[in-house]
């Protein structure tokens, strides 16, 4: 349902005072999972370089010790970097100050669970 033109504008001026009030925009970018995610990838980008350096050094050299500990900082990297990713797409705000009752993760479900539910649902039309 679309606002009115009169919640509009208020929705407007909320907008521009809260932008305009640098605290209120630290601390939502403080608590946005996104801010830190993107640093967050951006640093396993660095590591996968570094672990490449290291494991083309090792190579060059003859050193078994320091091509695997290149690969090894690589790995640990791209794993890094995944889980990174994965954070920034969960776009829920915890709460601005920490008022707010902490989240509880609902329970997952497994494979097997899964599978059981849509042999339940399935259509009965053998």
Same mark, same amino acid.
Request: proline share 2%.
């Given at each position: 349902?679309p @606002?009115?033109e009169?919640? #509009?504008? @208020?929705f407007e #001026?909320?907008e521009?005072?809260l932008?305009?009030d /640098?605290?209120?925009?630290?601390a &939502? !970018?403080?608590?946005? /999972?996104? *801010?830190?995610?993107?640093r967050?990838?951006?640093v396993?980008?660095?590591?996968l370089?570094?672990?490449?350096?290291?494991?083309m050094? +090792?190579v060059?050299s003859?050193s078994?010790l @320091?091509? &695997?500990? +290149?690969?090894? &900082?690589?790995? +640990?990297? &791209?794993? *890094? +970097?995944? #889980?990174s990713y !994965?954070r920034?797409q969960?776009?829920?705000?915890?709460?601005?100050?920490?008022?707010?009752t902490?989240?509880?993760?609902s329970?997952?479900v497994?494979?097997?669970?899964r599978l059981?539910?849509?042999?339940?649902r399935r259509p009965?039309g053998?």
């Open positions: 349902m @606002l009115s009169h919640e #509009q504008r @208020l #001026q909320i521009r005072s932008a305009e /640098p605290k209120f925009a630290s &939502v !970018r403080a608590n946005d /999972p996104r *801010f830190h995610a993107k967050r990838v951006i396993a980008a660095l590591l370089i570094i672990g490449m350096t290291l494991l050094v +090792g060059g003859n078994t @320091l091509g &695997v500990l +290149g690969f090894l &900082v690589m790995l +640990g990297a &791209v794993v *890094f +970097g995944m #889980q !994965r920034s969960n776009t829920d705000l915890r709460a601005v100050g920490g008022t707010a902490r989240r509880t993760r329970k997952r497994s494979f097997v669970d059981e539910e849509r042999w339940r009965n053998s």
